[in-house]
């Protein structure tokens, strides 16, 4: 079974610039959510999808983050503009049900520097 | 709220030698507590769970025992090998009266360096 797969794994754009970063979860997973790591501090959690649905989105830092989730397979987090301190790593997770407690799988995450 | 404290890193070990990785959380429900680890180029894994006081999870040699009195749950391993350097990081998942949480608070993570 394919793991969470990112993309990409590195990206290196200036301030002002829009990236793209997209998360493809576990084929059947219906949660999927982003988190972040600023370096050197803590995995801080970004928001969470069910299918296509938001179902909790209180850790998005501001409107420069768009995060989209059509026909609830892959997701996409669109910075736009990007600022110095979006720079961090952007991890991705899924989970197969919402009920209980089932583990959150992650990806390699995305490393996006801002310069 | 909720918060989980880890030694800074990184730890630097010889092969064999012994591991131990602090942590301690604050937590306002009944929290189970979590060691992740990221190894080079992967994603974050589930290491170790325990979900009650003085449970002690393990795995991979790795133990840590939930520790109610001293709210911590250090990550020990008595013989580390060049292939467990990686980054682990310390996390926890609260329940509370009026339900649980399914958004881990995690630590800052601490990098383990193991040389030959």
């Known amino acids: 079974e394919a793991g969470v797969t990112q993309f990409p794994s590195h990206s290196v754009i200036e301030k002002g610039q829009t990236v793209t970063l997209r998360c493809d979860p576990i084929?059947?997973?219906?949660?999927l959510y982003w988190y972040r790591r600023v370096m050197g501090k803590e995995i801080k959690f970004l928001l969470h999808?069910?299918?296509?649905?938001?179902?909790?989105e209180s850790g998005m830092p501001n409107n420069r983050f768009l995060a989209e989730r059509t026909g609830g397979t892959y997701s996409t987090l669109k910075v736009q503009p990007a600022e110095l301190e979006d720079s961090g790593v952007y991890f991705c997770?899924?989970?197969?049900?919402?009920?209980?407690?089932?583990?959150?799988?992650f990806g390699p995450g995305t490393r996006l520097t801002v310069t | 709220g909720d918060s989980v404290t880890q030694m800074e890193g990184p730890v630097t070990l010889s092969e064999e030698a012994f591991l131990t990785i602090n942590c301690t959380y604050t937590?306002?429900?009944?929290?189970?507590l979590f060691w992740y680890v990221q190894y080079p180029g992967e994603g974050l894994q589930l290491l170790l769970k325990?979900?009650?006081?003085?449970d002690k999870g393990s795995n991979k040699g790795f133990e840590a025992t939930y520790r109610k009195e001293t709210t911590s749950f250090h990550l020990e391993k008595g013989s580390v090998q060049v292939s467990d350097s990686a980054v682990y990081f310390c996390?926890?998942?609260?329940?509370?009266?009026?339900?649980?949480?399914?958004?881990?608070?995690f630590g800052r993570g601490t990098s383990l360096i193991v040389h030959p």
């Open positions: 997770a899924s989970s197969p049900m919402m009920s209980g407690y089932y583990e959150q799988y």
């Open positions: 084929s059947g997973h219906d949660n």
């Open positions: 999808f069910v299918k296509e649905s938001k179902q909790d």
């Open positions: 937590a306002t429900g009944y929290p189970s």
């Open positions: 325990a979900t009650k006081a003085d």
């Open positions: 996390a926890l998942r609260d329940f509370t009266s009026s339900g649980g949480s399914y958004i881990p608070t």
